[in-house]
């Protein structure tokens, strides 16, 4: 047979039977494979809708009307300022009676005599002295304390906070003004789609449930609520402490890591040789301690660094005195450490990969020039292997910056509303205040959580757009 | 001539007299030498390296001293915790199935959920997209692996739930159950299987997809019947390592499966997991040497040797089965 022939008819009849039941079945098969092709896209199409729903949820959860009842709203407290009084009628309707008085536009405004004056007209008089002990208002006087009881407390042998700080500011002051006088009370949410879609009906079913309340469009991400502290009232609460208890905790994690994660990836690329048994074994253990539950992490560091280094985790063999004794052991370091070892392995790993790429050229180069293993590799091996390895430490912060169940079990605590200040404080942190406002079962708390949540994805966002850059920017050393 | 340029090029190690004088200094410059420094290095990078079996030393130390603690306890006994299907540590009942059967079941449901939908995203990832669409891709589900897991139990809690429930009812879905949680936990696994799998079929050589189209085999014969079979290792492996993925994961199902122990086979019925028993437990005020505080320590061994396990078999079967191509 010459190729002629084949071209010329296809398929010769003797060889290659064209009956209806062959065609059937190309038919069948071809059917089949557009049925498995649309399969598998659905599949592959599935990630992006799940990840599209995902934050649409989030966003759509983070605000929306809300409907706000306040034991007394601010506008009245301005409106009394303004017309000569510091305390206002409570609970009175909104848009109500009057005409709208010249105001100024919020608290904010306001001189700070008058936010103390105003604070300390609406709050009972033994509340704003706690306040006062706590940190007081101004540095030559006193507002509700008496001069005497002030001094006596400060000479006791158990002074008040207020006795070494220095007085407050007027953020301070408006935050105590709307926990304890304002008390804004969010009694109804709706969420950013319904919100849109269906306002006037909410409108009118606010007006009619919560007469009382004010109804409207609030995002619960807002710079108010990065900066201010945790507290136990949604409408107030801010995530301050855990944003800032997530960077201590993060940091400390990668000062340790780092060193530890290049130094071996460096002892097992340059120093190791591969078949001695010893070096054989930590390079499978680390593959393995790649896939140790987290939380499992989280035991050890409870058992290792909580209880049994208790005196070094909660600072007490360096003095740092009554946080060590109320912290327990449960600090910022523990937590750091125990995400250092949760984040070695990526680090290792991917430090073992860059290094690998650098060309054993430059190695025999170095070599060939007299040079000692480490100059080696401090002077070409590393700088060539830079932008890999700052990768692989990137990639590391991602995974351990979500990581939530280590730091539950290592003792995260569940209230705390002062900014940690050093390795030997207590600490929440970003995912952790989202487990515990998300467990929570009002609308409210949920929607923080969702605020939470979209902060702790910029972060993540942050630092993988700063991967991209170094991969970019240093990727190409070597052309 | 050369040695001279070679004293002058390296600044520390050669003086410059000694460059010019002769063989003999030049001999016992290059003599091997022991410096300290460079041991010093050496040493502390082994540390460096060492750190990784001390953390595997520390993580089968703890768990052991601390479960034989538990089991020591007078309340405890070793056999009732194997066989027993109560979980009341309150009335001292220790029988780990409860908190097992959970984890299974949501184990169970992730993978079937996970699974298909994983491995038939590596196979148009691998065999049918164009480079434009895998560059597209590949950058989603590495954002979907990226998400923290807290976040997903968020959206299990309150995206899936309510969905579920509005599909089935309310009577029939409780608020907190492994349903909800089974199939977040499949969502987390996706990009696992999908990458793993991905790079398994990249493996298998052209030569055999050419060989099968030229056979006349359509694409999905090619890759259901030719490239799947050959990268079986890879898969599998891959899905050894979600399932050792799914076992051990924390957040989606502590907040999602709800709390309180319940011994149960219906997924939509609330039930505590292992990890959600462990996190629940040391998120409250846990004073250490209490029942309590030990019980999680012999419930986080359990883990540690399910998952375990699961990852040494992953790595037999990749070395085991694996089909080598030149």
């Given at each position: 047979m010459t190729s002629k022939d084949t071209v010329g008819n296809k398929a010769p009849k003797d060889l290659f039977p064209r009956g209806e039941e062959v065609e059937q079945d190309i038919r069948k098969r071809r059917r089949a494979g557009t049925i498995w092709r649309t399969i598998f896209l659905g599949a592959t199409v599935f990630a992006v809708i799940v990840l599209s729903v995902l934050l649409l949820k989030i966003i759509n959860d983070s605000m929306g009307l809300v409907a706000e009842e306040a034991a007394i709203p601010e506008r009245e407290l301005l409106r009394a300022y303004h017309e000569g009084r510091l305390t206002a009628a409570p609970n009175s309707a909104p848009g109500g009676e009057g005409d709208p008085v010249e105001t100024a536009e919020s608290l904010a405004d306001l001189p700070y005599d008058a936010l103390v004056g105003i604070y300390a007209a609406n709050v009972s008089r033994g509340r704003c002295r706690a306040v006062e002990r706590e940190q007081r208002f101004f540095a030559d006087s006193l507002v509700c304390e008496t001069e005497e009881l002030f001094a006596q407390v400060c000479a006791s042998d158990n002074p008040a906070a207020a006795c070494a700080l220095g007085p407050r500011d007027s953020t301070q002051v408006i935050r105590l003004i709307r926990a304890d006088?304002?008390?804004?009370?969010?009694?109804a949410t709706w969420n950013a789609l319904e919100s849109i879609t269906n306002r006037e009906e909410i409108l009118a079913t606010a007006a009619r449930r919560f007469p009382n309340a004010e109804v409207y469009f609030k995002s619960w991400l807002s710079w108010r609520f990065i900066t201010s502290p945790q507290s136990s009232f949604p409408e107030i609460a801010g995530i301050r402490t855990a944003l800032l208890g997530t960077l201590w905790v993060v940091g400390i994690a990668v000062l340790v890591s780092f060193p530890l994660g290049v130094g071996a990836a460096v002892y097992l690329e340059e120093?190791?040789?591969?078949?001695s048994r010893l070096n054989r074994i930590i390079q499978t253990n680390i593959n393995n301690l790649a896939g140790v539950p987290s939380i499992i992490y989280g035991l050890l560091g409870l058992a290792v660094f909580v209880r049994a280094l208790e005196p070094i985790t909660s600072g007490a063999i360096f003095g740092a005195g009554d946080a060590a004794a109320t912290a327990n052991g449960r600090t910022v370091l523990s937590a750091g450490l125990t995400l250092a070892l949760l984040g070695l392995p990526v680090i290792i790993i991917s430090a073992q990969e860059a290094i690998r790429a650098v060309p054993s050229s430059l190695r025999q180069a170095s070599y060939g020039l007299g040079a000692t293993r480490w100059q080696t590799v401090r002077s070409h091996v590393l700088p060539n292997a830079v932008a890999g390895i700052m990768t692989g430490v990137i990639l590391s912060m991602s995974r351990i910056i979500g990581e939530t169940a280590p730091l539950v079990v290592v003792g995260a605590s569940t209230f705390i509303t002062t900014d940690p200040d050093g390795p030997f404080s207590k600490f929440t942190a970003l995912p952790v205040q989202i487990y515990q406002w998300t467990a929570r079962p009002q609308d409210a708390y949920r929607d923080i959580a969702a605020a939470t949540i979209i902060v702790l994805l910029l972060l993540l966002l942050l630092l993988n757009a700063t991967a991209i850059f170094l991969r970019n920017r240093y990727g190409k050393r070597l052309g | 001539m050369s040695r001279e340029a070679l004293a002058e090029s390296s600044p520390s190690r050669f003086s410059p007299e000694a460059g010019g004088t002769g063989s003999q200094d030049m001999a016992g410059l290059l003599r091997k030498r022991t410096r300290i420094g460079e041991s010093i290095i050496e040493g502390s990078l082994f540390f460096a390296g060492a750190v990784s079996i001390l953390t595997t030393i520390g993580i089968v130390y703890i768990l052991a001293r601390d479960a034989l603690t538990f089991f020591a306890l007078p309340e405890v006994r070793l056999a009732d915790f194997l066989t027993g299907t109560t979980w009341q540590p309150m009335l001292g009942e220790f029988g780990i199935w409860p908190l097992l059967t959970s984890t299974l079941i949501i184990t169970a449901i992730a993978m079937l959920f996970g699974v298909p939908i994983g491995f038939f995203t590596a196979v148009y990832l691998s065999e049918y997209a164009s480079p434009r669409f895998r560059a597209i891709m590949k950058p989603v589900l590495e954002v979907l692996a990226g998400i923290p897991t807290v976040v997903l139990g968020y959206f299990a809690l309150t995206f899936v739930t309510p969905f579920l429930r509005s599909i089935f009812g309310d009577d029939v879905v409780k608020i907190y159950n492994m349903m909800s949680a089974g199939l977040v936990v499949g969502i987390l696994i996706v990009p696992i299987i999908a990458s793993l799998s991905e790079d398994a079929l990249h493996a298998v050589p052209d030569s055999l997809r050419q060989a099968s189209f030229g056979l006349g085999a359509t694409r999905m014969e090619t890759s259901l019947k030719v490239v799947t079979p050959a990268a079986l290792s890879g898969i599998s492996a891959a899905v050894v390592v979600a399932a050792s993925r799914a076992m051990g994961e924390t957040m989606i199902v502590a907040l999602a499966a709800g709390a309180g122990s319940n011994f149960t086979f219906n997924p939509f019925e609330s039930a505590e997991s292992m990890t959600g028993y462990m996190v629940r437990i040391s998120g409250g005020d846990l004073s250490y040497g209490s029942i309590d505080y030990q019980s999680i320590f012999a419930v986080g061994l359990v883990v540690f040797l399910l998952t375990f396990l699961l990852n040494i078999i992953s790595r037999r079967i990749v070395l085991r089965f694996r089909e080598v191509y030149e």
């Open positions: 006088v304002i008390k804004p009370k969010v009694v120093y190791a040789d591969s078949r | -």
